[in-house]
């Protein structure tokens, strides 16, 4: 993934830039910066030591990342804990490995997803496999997943993860979503006033955001 900084870090220690991010009003620039561009080398070599070839991914596990040190209070908390007593590459090399391994099954097993998806109304929102076949506990889980998605009230949650269900991943996924948004009208500014473009860190961040409030509604419905 490529990104434009409009502030230049280069010349910036690690310590100087995790000091920026965990600073009120909180910079996410430079955490991108970090996550991104300097260790991104770092972080491949471990994506490619876990997912061997498979790149379809990378995207997904460095959103993942950045919403993990960001935390549930956005507050850059996990950040916040790092006491310098090491370098910063080898712990955000740590932490990246073990958050790697944590979700390298829930990203593998979409592949092996059969279910199809559609936020168009018109259409059928579920299909089985060809074969016609499906195992009714796997079918009765899918039941209970589109159930609790349609109870998701943000609607750009309820897009996002369905298209993540259909195997989209973030850059198409945001791609789709400014097309929506510019189908049905719909303008977001952020506090500062600024108009909202859907992007891959968006789509992440409403991700991270479905599957967390998808958790609690599936825990107190089922």
Request: glycine share 4%; net charge neutral.
């Amino acid at each position: 993934m490529e990104l434009t900084f409009h502030n230049n870090y280069k010349e910036e220690s690690d310590k100087e830039i995790v000091e920026k991010i965990i600073t009120v009003p909180y910079n996410e620039e430079a955490a991108a910066y970090l996550l991104y561009n300097r260790y991104d080398p770092l972080l491949f070599k471990l994506y490619r030591k876990i997912f061997d070839k498979n790149l379809s991914w990378y995207d997904d596990c460095l959103g993942d990342l950045f919403d993990y040190l960001k935390g549930k209070n956005q507050d850059w908390n996990k950040l916040r804990t790092f006491e310098w007593r090491c370098n910063f590459g080898p712990w955000l090399g740590r932490t990246a490995n073990n958050r790697f391994l944590e979700i390298k099954p829930y990203l593998i097993g979409k592949i092996q997803n059969s279910i199809s998806i559609d936020d168009d109304e018109d259409r059928t929102p579920v299909q089985l496999p060809d074969n016609g076949f499906e195992d009714y506990e796997q079918l009765q889980k899918k039941i209970m997943l589109l159930e609790a998605i349609g109870m998701l009230k943000d609607p750009d949650q309820k897009f996002v993860i369905l298209k993540r269900l259909q195997g989209y991943n973030s850059k198409e996924i945001a791609e789709l979503l400014t097309k929506a948004w510019e189908k049905h009208g719909v303008k977001k500014y952020d506090n500062k006033g600024n108009l909202v473009v859907p992007t891959s860190g968006y789509v992440d961040v409403r991700t991270q955001r479905a599957k967390d409030r998808l958790k609690e509604i599936i825990i107190k419905v089922y």
